[in-house]
């Protein structure tokens, strides 16, 4: 098996079984509130339209992704389901198309409300929003000081629909977290004004995948699962049993001798240090293997595991199979994920790059074939 688009034998396995498990896992400790699944970044590297129509199938009531374009890509798959944009418009020109698609807009900033408006005007419909209030994370969001005044623009006229009612937590991977604790007070109180005014949001959420996993928030109808479909446990303390859709795939392309002493890679930063077997990988930094792993990690090559040797490069990282090694080229290579009874969580990866398990998957470059698979549960 190899990469569908470049021809080389690196690609990543994508376990469709192992999302649908993952989605009904999670769906047990958020009660009876809606499933919104995003599946922006492309599935967070794992391909939007199947990850999609998996998660749709599986039971998720409502899709999210960043921006205009994304969407397209769903509609354009044939999904047609409800699609909330995150980071709502990047340009006046999407209004039009956005409204056009049914796509709900996450209204974070007051200055897109006349784009909107003049959406809905053309369209002789209401354009349907999420409210999105800043209660604490500093990034998107209305100021809840504005709240009232954004409120009256937005009744005004009958130009819009205000079925949910968002925002974002900071630090929901903390458990116990007191800033999250404020946020949900913020949030409250939010929710109260709003319905003061006679406004009933059918879609209230706030959490995200760790708030969901810790216990989801009192007063809201749904919730945000994001990394945590696609098998990665994005707690701090790693209190989610998940199981990895994405498997990182390669093969030993070539197999070579070195006696103690020798250097190798870029710089010479390797050294043996008695006589040992190198393999090459046909897989680098501009696939997605991170520059940093270099010397912190090892890869499993037919169920033994073998550290990296020297630096990693655009587009081969050589690995250390050790003296009495017996792989030898075409051997195949786990990077992280499962396969044939191995598994090498993403976690460790990320851990020793000094990063996280969202940069590692939306960074798999495109020259990594997709593969999509179904295995039993």
Do not use: C, M
């Given at each position: 098996m190899g990469d569908r688009g470049s021809g080389r034998p690196t690609w990543a396995e994508i376990d469709l079984s192992?999302?649908?498990?993952?989605?009904?896992?999670?769906?047990?400790?958020?009660?009876?509130r809606r499933t919104i699944a995003v599946v922006k970044a492309d599935a967070y590297g794992h391909g939007a339209a199947p990850c999609a129509r998996t998660l749709l199938r599986a039971g998720a009531d409502a899709l999210a992704v960043a921006t205009v374009a994304e969407a397209a890509e769903l509609r354009i798959a044939g999904l047609d389901c409800p699609v909330l944009l995150l980071e709502g418009l990047h340009a006046e020109d999407e209004g039009d198309y956005a409204h056009g698609e049914q796509f709900s807009v996450a209204l974070g900033d007051p200055a897109q409300i006349p784009v909107l408006e003049a959406a809905a005007q053309r369209a002789g419909r209401p354009v349907s929003i999420h409210l999105h209030l800043d209660t604490g994370m500093t990034r998107l969001g209305i100021d809840v000081e504005e709240l009232d005044s954004v409120l009256d623009r937005l009744l005004a006229n009958g130009d819009f629909s205000i079925e949910g009612l968002m925002s974002h937590l900071a630090c929901a991977d903390e458990a116990g977290s007191a800033q999250t604790e404020s946020q949900r007070r913020v949030f409250a109180g939010v929710l109260s004004r709003v319905r003061e005014r006679g406004i009933e949001p059918a879609w209230i959420h706030l959490d995200n995948s760790p708030a969901a996993i810790h216990g989801a928030t009192e007063q809201t109808s749904a919730v945000r699962l994001g990394l945590a479909l696609y098998g990665a446990d994005p707690t701090l303390e790693r209190a989610a049993r998940l199981a990895p859709v994405m498997s990182l795939c390669s093969r030993l392309m070539h197999v070579r001798d070195v006696a103690a002493g020798t250097r190798v890679g870029y710089g010479g930063s390797y050294t043996a240090q008695h006589a040992t077997r190198i393999g090459i990988l046909p897989l680098g930094y501009a696939d997605g293997l991170p520059r940093a792993a270099a010397g912190r990690f090892q890869v499993s090559v037919e169920g033994q595991l073998a550290p990296l040797a020297g630096r990693v490069s655009m587009d081969l990282a050589a690995v250390d199979l050790g003296p009495d090694a017996a792989q030898v080229?075409?051997?195949?290579?786990?990077?992280?994920?499962?396969?044939?009874?191995?598994?090498?969580?993403?976690?460790?990866l990320a851990v020793a790059c000094g990063t996280i398990a969202y940069e590692i998957l939306t960074g798999i470059g495109p020259r990594v074939g997709r593969v999509t698979v179904r295995r039993p549960a």
């Open positions: 192992a999302l649908s498990q993952n989605l009904k896992q999670l769906s047990t400790s958020i009660g009876d080229a075409g051997a195949e290579v786990l990077i992280f994920g499962r396969r044939h009874g191995q598994s090498r969580p993403i976690e460790e």
